[in-house]
């Protein structure tokens, strides 16, 4: 049975920074693309960033624009574990961060996720 447990959320004030953490068992996290999606309260759940991997043992990472050049996305195969590193937060990026996997391949943003973690609270304060 797949698991993916995020930690890593918190207050934050802006400009700050947080790192989560989506640890994965059941499947290891380079046998298809990780993903981390965010939904602030009365919206609609949106693709943050994505890693897919690509031949030789590297990936690739893809990115939101609203989140471009201030959030970073790598795995940890030894740890079975994906980051999502973000810097220069906004008020705006408050929301419930969710890491997600996909039995698909492709760009992550497309794709249908199978697997889901629980969540976790970022919250950027002004």
């Known amino acids: 049975q797949v698991q993916l447990v995020e930690s890593g959320g918190g207050l934050v004030q802006a400009g700050g920074s947080l790192t989560l953490s989506c640890a994965a068992s059941?499947?290891?996290?380079?046998?298809?693309?990780m993903a981390w999606f965010r939904q602030a309260p009365g919206k609609e759940r949106e693709f943050v960033a994505g890693?897919?991997?690509?031949?030789?043992?590297?990936?690739?990472?893809y990115f939101a624009d609203s989140v471009k050049g201030r959030f970073t996305a790598s795995p940890d195969s030894a740890k079975n574990t994906a980051y999502l590193r973000m810097n220069s937060l906004k008020p705006e990026d408050t929301a419930v961060y969710y890491c997600?996997?996909?039995?698909?391949?492709?760009?992550?943003?497309?794709?249908?996720?199978?697997?889901w973690g629980q969540g976790t609270q970022v919250t950027v304060s002004s």
């Open positions: 059941g499947r290891t996290i380079s046998s298809g693309v």
């Open positions: 890693i897919r991997w690509i031949t030789g043992g590297t990936y690739a990472s």
């Open positions: 997600a996997a996909s039995q698909e391949i492709g760009v992550p943003a497309r794709l249908r996720y199978d697997y």
